[in-house]
């Protein structure tokens, strides 16, 4: 049984929660990240990524400015502006992203190689320096591009230029061992195989995945020395092997480890080439680091990533809350992780894990006007800490307009102008629907609409329009209560399995399937080995996760306790917000004393926390003490 997504250009977004944001993406995020990438908004961090492209096509004299993978950032903004187009046409944005990419095809070599730091700035060394340079990750990402303008936008010069670069990775990798310092171009070949149906391009993804592990010294072996470069803004140490996964062939990997996004891009290619093979080695490895991330290394927001020294995961549940990394990039990959997951098997820990995401840790990186973004997610933020204490300089009050590394915002844009993509699949007899956003699909089955209530309330009704004999399946979250499901009025008939409520039937044009269940306000509370989190709940409700902010409370946000006994009640405002009386703790004048500390009354306010950061900038946690 094959599942495949419904592709992008068959289904539309039509829901009250999502449109305005891809809205947001189309009028406001892409136009303002290319004016970054131009160099064109004042005080912001400067990027200078076009330039280095007209410097690589000889239109431009100059120094090579940016990261030594700037070039991705040019690759993740043209692959959201691809889906951009989709979403709205825009022929001034079409005419630029053409000038843009005939810029990319002046700066291809003519072997096919398209690099430009080492176009500029070393051309001696291409391919020198697998580990740090970054040369196959920029690839991966400009394949990505070039497929997503393919399939949304219906321009094929950009996966031309591609083909001629996968191609030429093809014909040196083929021939020689190369493993990728950063897992990405296994995610492009797989993309860049489906679009084209040549299957070199799966195979030379499968050879990269299948060759890390097997030699742990292969960087020791096969990295230069050369004092004082700093490629990637850090020294990567050749014998660390754990950090780009490479430690451990990917069958046998059982634990999460390393850089984050790192390991989750790797997951992502796997779980795509598991699909299309049936491979169950593969799948079997994906599996067990799905359960090792989401059991025992995620947090609740679905943020992962515990430590800024290199970006990386740790140890089972060592989750701080005030020094988390949670890299918006990383929540992301989790997506795209989840997404192919899938296709191995719908199930519905999967597609619980991209409402996680969407709604919580990705959604986060990004203020509510579109304009400013997080690289670093935390749980805790103290203003007299955050951004100022060594070891919390990552952890940051406010969303900065852009990025030195500036990997995270593009990435996030391409996720949320792309949502389509994630919402339905198909096989020869079912059509599954992974998350209530109102959307309209156009399936092999015939032509499906679902208007939701999502997430403010947990209420969607879906519209046949073309009928026909198949079973409409339908994940549920793990969250809701008191489900019920009915066709035209009536109660339905439905089998439940893996999360999913499929029901199966001749259906005509006009039948209606409504799905409604309770969306309580949730106290969740951690494994007791999360130090951090002891004694304390999360408050959650539906998809949400959400927070306190210090500027909402007259106490210090540690002081709070939120009885077991208080009630939570909502109110409706731009958003659902949740209230309680708790108390807080009284302070004293001595840093340390006997006297019994006294406890005041205190309204508690709690917000989604992909809105956090949007008023006045203080204090924020997600964890708040229980009585």
């Known amino acids: 049984m094959s599942i495949r997504e419904v592709p992008l250009n068959k289904v539309r977004i039509t829901d009250a929660f999502w449109s305005p944001r891809q809205r947001l993406m189309t009028d406001v995020t892409i136009p303002y990240m290319e004016k970054i990438l131009r160099d064109e908004v004042p005080g912001a961090e400067k990027s200078h990524a076009i330039s280095n492209f007209r410097m690589a096509a000889g239109e431009e004299t100059g120094e090579f400015y940016g990261m030594v993978f700037q070039d991705s950032d040019v690759a993740k903004w043209l692959e959201a502006a691809a889906y951009s187009l ?11 992203v053409d000038d843009m990419v005939a810029l990319i095809g002046r700066c291809q070599q003519s072997d096919g190689y398209l690099n430009t730091y080492f176009t500029v700035k070393e051309p001696e060394n291409r391919w020198a320096n697998l580990l740090e340079c970054h040369e196959l990750y920029c690839a991966g990402h400009m394949i990505e591009a070039g497929v997503a303008l ?182 992301v990959a989790m997506t795209f992780f989840a997404h192919n997951m899938l296709a191995i098997k719908p199930d519905g820990r999967y597609a619980d894990l991209m409402e996680l995401e969407l709604y919580n840790a990705a959604l986060a990186g990004m203020s509510l006007d579109g304009k400013r973004f997080f690289y670093v997610n935390p749980l805790t933020v103290d203003t007299r800490v955050s951004g100022i204490v060594p070891g919390y300089e990552h952890v940051l009050p406010q969303r900065p307009a852009w990025h030195a590394c500036a990997c995270c ?41 679902m208007e939701s209530s999502y997430p403010w309330e947990g209420k969607a009704a879906y519209t046949i329009h073309d009928g026909g004999c198949f079973s409409l399946a339908i994940h549920v979250p793990q969250h809701a209560e008191k489900l019920c499901i009915q066709i035209n009025g009536e109660d339905a008939e439905f089998i439940t399995k893996d999360g999913y409520c499929r029901i199966r039937r001749n259906w005509y044009p006009g039948d209606c399937v409504t799905v409604a269940f309770d969306m309580p306000v949730r106290r969740i ?20 996760v959400y927070c306190l902010e210090g500027t909402d409370h007259n106490a210090s946000l540690s002081a709070i306790i ?63 003490r229980e009585a």
């Open 525 to 544: 509370r951690a494994h007791s080995r999360v130090r951090d989190a002891a004694g304390k709940v999360a408050l959650a409700r539906g998809p949400l």
């Open 150 to 331: 393919h399939e949304a936008a219906g321009k094929d010069e950009l996966l031309h230029i591609c083909i001629r670069l996968a191609d030429h990775i093809c014909d040196r990798f083929m021939q020689e061992e190369g493993i990728p310092g950063h897992q990405e171009i296994e995610i492009g070949l797989m993309r860049l195989y489906h679009a084209t149906g040549n299957i070199r391009y799966r195979d030379m993804a499968l050879r990269f995945l299948d060759l890390r592990g097997q030699d742990p010294v292969w960087f020791e072996k096969h990295t230069p020395k050369h004092p004082g470069i700093h490629y990637g803004g850090y020294d990567i140490i050749p014998e660390d092997t754990a950090y780009n996964q490479s430690d451990v062939p990917v069958r046998e990997q059982t634990v999460a480890r390393g850089h984050a996004v790192r390991q989750l891009y790797m997951l992502t290619a796997m779980a795509d080439a598991a699909a299309d093979t049936g491979d169950e080695e593969l799948a079997a490895a994906c599996d067990r680091l799905f359960d090792n991330i989401t059991q025992k290394q995620m947090y609740v927001t679905g943020a992962v990533g515990s430590t800024p020294h290199h970006e990386a995961f740790t140890v089972n549940y060592d989750l701080p809350s005030d020094r988390c990394y949670g890299e918006t990039c990383a929540s």
């Open 86 to 96: 989709a979403l709205k046409p825009d022929k001034e944005l079409e005419a630029r």
């Open 409 to 449: 915002p593009p990435n996030l844009a391409r996720l949320i102008a792309s949502l389509g993509k994630y919402l339905w699949s198909v096989d020869d007899s079912t059509v599954y629907s992974h998350l209530f956003i109102g959307s309209e699909a156009q399936t092999q089955h015939g032509r499906i609409s």
């Open 562 to 624: 939120l009885p077991e006994s208080a009630v939570i009640h909502t109110t409706v405002e731009e958003m659902v917000v949740l209230h309680a009386e708790g108390v807080a703790q009284c302070t004293f004048d001595r840093l340390y004393s006997v006297d019994r500390i006294e406890k005041k009354p205190i309204p508690i306010r709690a917000i989604p926390y992909f809105a956090w950061g949007n008023q006045e900038p203080g204090d924020m946690q997600v964890w708040v």
